[in-house]
């Protein structure tokens, strides 16, 4: 099963709203990342926040963690079309060096 | 920096064919992973290597699937005999010793088989 699970699976919004996107896991993690996908493309690395860390920024983007709730949640801010994509959560486990596990994602669609 | 390289981009071939994906990690990452992703069950990690070994391939679904990794620079993912469900996106990552495990994901090889 996904360690990590998004919600919700699929977001419609119009430009310069703001996102927001949720992930909950299931196991002790170090950290937990964010990815993004555009159509046809690889994934793209887009934050990571560590387990001792509750909030971290970067750009537009704002990453909560929640150890205790084991959750997280990303929020887009004043969000553009190019925002369009799909964005992933993975958790990095305390006990497996270098492996991440995926969420399924979710949907995001940025209308102008 | 080219990022990670993967070929070819995209592939179609009959069923019962060998088909081999090929893979250039970022240069200077300890880390290659191969990863499948479909509708249906999303992205998968296949295998992973450190330092050119293989570390888990739990994830590969059955013999037909076959990976190696000669050297730091270059690494396949073999399917032979290959099958029509296999059918998939499939995507090599790097990532290097020293940052949070934080991965870079080459295009994607496009793989149809019919």
């Known amino acids: 099963s996904q360690q990590g699970e998004e919600d919700p699976q699929a977001l419609s919004i119009q430009e310069g709203e703001n996102a927001t996107m949720n992930c909950s896991y299931k196991?002790?993690?170090?950290?937990l990342q964010w990815y993004r996908q555009n159509s046809g493309r690889g994934l793209v690395h887009l934050i990571l926040?560590?387990?001792?860390?509750r909030e971290k920024h970067s750009g537009r983007l704002r990453v909560t963690l929640d150890t205790s709730k084991k959750s997280s949640s990303l929020l887009i801010t004043a969000s553009r079309a190019a925002d369009t994509a799909s964005y992933f959560c993975?958790?990095?486990?305390?006990?497996?060096?270098?492996?991440?596990?995926f969420g399924a994602g979710t949907q995001v669609v940025v209308t102008p | 920096d080219a990022g990670v390289i993967q070929s070819p981009r995209h592939e179609v071939t009959e069923m019962g064919q060998e088909v081999t994906l090929r893979c250039k990690p970022i240069?200077?990452?300890?880390?290659l992973f191969w990863y499948r992703q479909t509708m249906m069950r999303g992205l998968e990690l296949l295998i992973y290597?450190?330092?050119?070994?293989?570390?888990?391939d739990s994830g590969m679904p059955e013999d037909r699937f076959s990976a190696k990794m000669p050297n730091a620079s270059f690494s396949t993912l073999k399917i032979q005999p290959s099958e029509p469900r296999d059918s998939a996106v499939y995507f090599c990552?790097?990532?290097?010793?020293?940052?949070?495990?934080?991965?870079?994901f080459g295009p994607g090889t496009r793989l149809t088989v019919t």
């Open positions: 990552a790097s990532s290097p010793r020293t940052s949070g495990y934080e991965q870079y």
């Open positions: 196991t002790s993690i170090n950290n």
């Open positions: 926040i560590r387990s001792n860390e």
């Open positions: 993975a958790t990095a486990r305390s006990d497996s060096w270098g492996k991440l596990q």
């Open positions: 240069s200077g990452h300890d880390y």
């Open positions: 290597f450190n330092n050119n070994v293989p570390i888990d």
